[in-house]
Structures are given as structure tokens and as C-alpha cells.
């Protein structure tokens, strides 16, 4: 009975090796942190190519309009959080400010554009399985909200909550992107941008002010409005960039297939 114990044993154990050997490399990760924007004019770096990036901002249809002023109002601010100043003495923040006419889901959206192009939108290229998102966010207490947009490797556009801005001063917020969002395409050649980060949105809530203060003349006309203020510091990712070594994994990158097929995707006839 014992030896036939031990047989069964190792019988078992043998056969259980090679099973967890097998699905071992699903589970392998590689993860990697990476700044997307200091706002301070630092270009963003990825597979060789730098992209330096400029942000504007737009509101949703009762942002306000004055004689002297359109919100909302987009600049880089020499202000940001003590963490970061240590390692990073050079970083800005995007300082947003923002009004409006009236209450209810109000918003502004802040979104990227390149420094040397026509002024549109543009997406920032993520690389490898994006896990999280993060940002430093300053808040005013008022009961406003953040979302960040990416878009997914089929062309889909995911809003996710980071978080509320009812608190005061800096705080790091951050968002899980759900499993359920492919990152990198299943089939090869696989293309390592297409996922981006698209944009970030401030909500507004119907029971909050749309903006901080007016100031009157002394006859009570509106001569002034005082908005509501918004930063943010340091957009951050981090991702699982690990990829599975095997025979040929070379031909399942575009600049290889390029390389092989042209640029236009047809191979050269070199044929006399």
C-alpha cells in the first residue's frame, strides 16, 4: 500500500509540473511607470518618437461669456504639489478656470494637442495593458468631479471616474481601468498605440454654484464674475508591458513588417 502510495504521489506531481509550467506565462507581468505630461514642455517619449503636447480646454453650452472674458480659460501654472517639486523642480500645472451661466451637469473638457500642429485634438499613445491612471488634482470643495477618457484597441471611448474634487487643496487621484477593456490586439502584426488617453472632464453638479463669486457696480449690475479654479499636475499610467518571447516574435511588430513589406504594405519585386 505504501509503495503503491508513493507511485500515485509522484504520478500526480509529475503530471502537475508541466500544467502550472504551461499557463505560468499568462500571469507574467512587467509593470511600468510613465509620466504622460508634466505640462512643463518635457516631450513624452515612446518606441522612439517624442510627442511635445499643448492643452486646450472647451465647455459644454452655458460656459460663461463676459465683455473681457470667454471661459473656460487653459494655461500651464507655476504651482503643483511639494511631493513632486523634489524630483521634478521644473514641472507646471494645467491651471483651468471655469464658469458658467447655469446650473446642472455642466462640463469642461481639457485635451491635448501637439505643440507644433494646427491646434486639434490629438491622443496620447499608451503602451502595453494600461492598469492605472493617475493625476495630482487641486480642489476647491466644491462638489465637482473628474473623469479621464481612453480609447480602447477597437476604437471605443471608455469614460472612467477618478474621483470627486469636493476636498481642498492637492491630492493624487487615481482610476483602475476595468480588465474588460482590451489594451493590445490578439492577432499579429500588433500594434503598440492603439490605446490612447483621449482627454480629461470636470463635471459640475446641479446643487453646486457654477461660479465662485459676482462683483457689482453700485446700481447692481454684474460687472465681474470671479470663477471657480481647478489644476492639475503630473499625468501618470501604469502598465503591464510585458510581452512573450517566441520564434518569429519579431514579425509581430508594424515597424518590422514595414521593414520587410515597404511602407505601403506591398513587398518590393526585386525579380529580373
Given at each position: 500500500m505504501r509503495t503503491g502510495g508513493m507511485k500515485l504521489?509522484?504520478?500526480?506531481?509529475?503530471?502537475s509540473l508541466p500544467v502550472a509550467w504551461a499557463f505560468s506565462d499568462s500571469n507574467t507581468v512587467e509593470l511600468q511607470s510613465k509620466i504622460l505630461d508634466n505640462f512643463d514642455g518635457t516631450p513624452y517619449s515612446v518606441d522612439g518618437e517624442e510627442y511635445n503636447y499643448t492643452?486646450?480646454?472647451?465647455?459644454?453650452?452655458?460656459?460663461?461669456?463676459?465683455d473681457s472674458q470667454t471661459f473656460p480659460v487653459i494655461s500651464p501654472i507655476a504651482a503643483v504639489p511639494q511631493a513632486l517639486l523634489r524630483q521634478y523642480p521644473n514641472i507646471k500645472s494645467l491651471g483651468i478656470q471655469g464658469a458658467f451661466d447655469r446650473h446642472g451637469y455642466n462640463w469642461i473638457d481639457i485635451y491635448p494637442t501637439l505643440a507644433d500642429g494646427d491646434g486639434q485634438p490629438v491622443e496620447i499613445p499608451l503602451t502595453g495593458r494600461t492598469r492605472f491612471v493617475d493625476a495630482w488634482v487641486w480642489g476647491s470643495n466644491l462638489n465637482y468631479s473628474l473623469e479621464i477618457y481612453i480609447r480602447d484597441n477597437r476604437g471605443i471611448i471608455h469614460?472612467?471616474?477618478i474621483g470627486s474634487l469636493k476636498y481642498i487643496g492637492w491630492k493624487n487621484l487615481r482610476v483602475a481601468v476595468p480588465a474588460g477593456i482590451?489594451?493590445?490586439?490578439n492577432v499579429l502584426?500588433?500594434?503598440?498605440?492603439?490605446?490612447?488617453?483621449?482627454?480629461?472632464?470636470?463635471?459640475t453638479s446641479?446643487?453646486?454654484?457654477?461660479?465662485?463669486?459676482?462683483?457689482?457696480?453700485?446700481?447692481g449690475n454684474v460687472t465681474e464674475i470671479v470663477p471657480f479654479y481647478v489644476y492639475i499636475a503630473q499625468l501618470?499610467?501604469?502598465?503591464?508591458?510585458?510581452?512573450?518571447?517566441?520564434?518569429?516574435?519579431?514579425?509581430g511588430y508594424p515597424k518590422k513588417t514595414a521593414e520587410l513589406w515597404g511602407a505601403d504594405g506591398a513587398a518590393q519585386n526585386n525579380q529580373n
Amino acid at each position: 500500500m505504501r509503495t503503491g502510495g508513493m507511485k500515485l504521489f509522484c504520478l500526480v506531481v509529475f503530471i502537475s509540473l508541466p500544467v502550472a509550467w504551461a499557463f505560468s506565462d499568462s500571469n507574467t507581468v512587467e509593470l511600468q511607470s510613465k509620466i504622460l505630461d508634466n505640462f512643463d514642455g518635457t516631450p513624452y517619449s515612446v518606441d522612439g518618437e517624442e510627442y511635445n503636447y499643448t492643452w486646450k480646454a472647451v465647455g459644454s453650452k452655458f460656459s460663461t461669456k463676459t465683455d473681457s472674458q470667454t471661459f473656460p480659460v487653459i494655461s500651464p501654472i507655476a504651482a503643483v504639489p511639494q511631493a513632486l517639486l523634489r524630483q521634478y523642480p521644473n514641472i507646471k500645472s494645467l491651471g483651468i478656470q471655469g464658469a458658467f451661466d447655469r446650473h446642472g451637469y455642466n462640463w469642461i473638457d481639457i485635451y491635448p494637442t501637439l505643440a507644433d500642429g494646427d491646434g486639434q485634438p490629438v491622443e496620447i499613445p499608451l503602451t502595453g495593458r494600461t492598469r492605472f491612471v493617475d493625476a495630482w488634482v487641486w480642489g476647491s470643495n466644491l462638489n465637482y468631479s473628474l473623469e479621464i477618457y481612453i480609447r480602447d484597441n477597437r476604437g471605443i471611448i471608455h469614460g472612467l471616474p477618478i474621483g470627486s474634487l469636493k476636498y481642498i487643496g492637492w491630492k493624487n487621484l487615481r482610476v483602475a481601468v476595468p480588465a474588460g477593456i482590451p489594451m493590445v490586439s490578439n492577432v499579429l502584426p500588433r500594434s503598440i498605440h492603439d490605446t490612447t488617453f483621449v482627454k480629461f472632464r470636470i463635471w459640475t453638479s446641479p446643487e453646486e454654484k457654477t461660479y465662485v463669486d459676482l462683483k457689482r457696480d453700485v446700481s447692481g449690475n454684474v460687472t465681474e464674475i470671479v470663477p471657480f479654479y481647478v489644476y492639475i499636475a503630473q499625468l501618470k499610467v501604469l502598465s503591464d508591458i510585458y510581452e512573450t518571447v517566441y520564434d518569429g516574435d519579431e514579425l509581430g511588430y508594424p515597424k518590422k513588417t514595414a521593414e520587410l513589406w515597404g511602407a505601403d504594405g506591398a513587398a518590393q519585386n526585386n525579380q529580373n
